[in-house]
C-alpha cells in the first residue's frame, strides 16, 4: 500500500489516462481522488451515495449543492452529504480539487 502521494504524480497519470478523475487511494472507510475541470468545462458527475469532502487546490469556479451555491477557489472546504445534487460551474480558471469520500466510493 502506497502511503505518501504528490499531486504533481496524480496529475501525470491522471493526465496519461486522459481522465478528470484519478481514484488514487481506497480504504474500506474512504477513498480519495484527484478531480481537474478545465476553464468553461462542464462538471459531469451525478450524486454519489457517500458523503464527501472536497478541498480545492487551485482555480475558481462556483459550486451548487442542492439550492446552495457559493464561489469556490484555492483553499475552499466543500462537504456534500451523500445522495445530494451538487456540480461545479462557471469555471473560470482550471479547477483542482481533491475529493474523499466516506466510506469508499461504491463501484
Known sequence: MTHFFHL???NRERTGKNK???EFLR???????VYV???GGIDPQK???EDEMYYVVRGRARMQIGSENAEVRAGSV???EAEAEHRFYSIEEELEVLVFLAPAEQE
Do not use: K, T
Not at 480504504?27 to 481522488?33: K, N, T
Open 8 to 10: 504533481d504524480d496524480l
Open 20 to 22: 478528470l478523475y484519478l
Open 27 to 33: 480504504v474500506p472507510a474512504m477513498s480519495a481522488g
Open 37 to 39: 475541470l478545465p476553464a
Open 47 to 49: 450524486p454519489h451515495r
Open 78 to 80: 466543500i462537504f456534500v
